[in-house]
Nanobody
Framework: QVQLVESGGGLVQAGGSLRLACAASGFTLDYYAIGWFRQAPGKEREGVSCISYSDGSTYYADSVKGRFTISRDNAKNTVYLQMNSLKPEDTAVYYC????????????????????????WGQGTQVTVSS
C-alpha cells in the first residue's frame, strides 16, 4: 500500500524550530519529486518547498527562503523539512506529496511546487506558531 506519513508538527513559539518528516512506504522515492505544501484556514494551498529525490535539486517559496531547509535520506526513504525562525504566519496544516518525474532538475521541482498536482498526498500535520 502506497503511503506518505508526515510527523513532527506541533506548537512552537515564534522564533522556534520544528522538523517535519515525510516517510514513504509501498514505493521508493528514487523516481519522484517530493514537496511540502501548506494550507492555512481560509487560504489556498501553497507550495513551500520541493526536492528532486534523484539529484537533490530544491525549490523554496520566497516566504520561507533562508529559514526552511528540505532534505532527503535515501536509506530511510524519507524527506525532511527543517523549519527555523518560525513566524505566526507559518501556521498551517503541512502536507507532503510525491510526484513521479522523468528527470530531476530545478525546473521540475519549481513546477511541482507551483502546480500542486502530485500523485500521492500525505494526511497532513498541524504546525502552530504562537506570537
Amino acid at each position: 500500500q502506497v503511503q506518505l506519513v508526515e510527523s513532527g508538527g506541533g506548537l512552537v513559539q515564534a522564533g522556534g524550530s520544528l522538523r517535519l518528516a515525510c516517510a514513504a512506504s509501498g514505493f521508493t522515492l528514487d523516481y519522484y519529486a517530493i514537496g511540502w505544501f501548506r494550507q492555512a484556514p481560509g487560504k489556498e494551498r501553497e507550495g513551500v518547498s520541493c526536492i528532486s529525490y534523484s539529484d537533490g535539486s530544491t525549490y523554496y517559496a520566497d516566504s520561507v527562503k533562508g529559514r526552511f531547509t528540505i532534505s532527503r535520506d535515501n536509506a530511510k526513504n524519507t524527506v525532511y523539512l527543517q523549519m527555523n525562525s518560525l513566524k505566526p504566519e507559518d501556521t498551517a496544516v503541512y502536507y507532503c506529496a510525491a510526484e513521479r518525474v522523468l528527470r530531476g532538475g530545478i525546473t521540475i521541482v519549481q513546477a511541482m511546487c507551483a502546480a500542486a498536482e502530485p500523485d500521492y498526498w500525505g494526511q497532513g500535520t498541524q504546525v502552530t506558531v504562537s506570537s
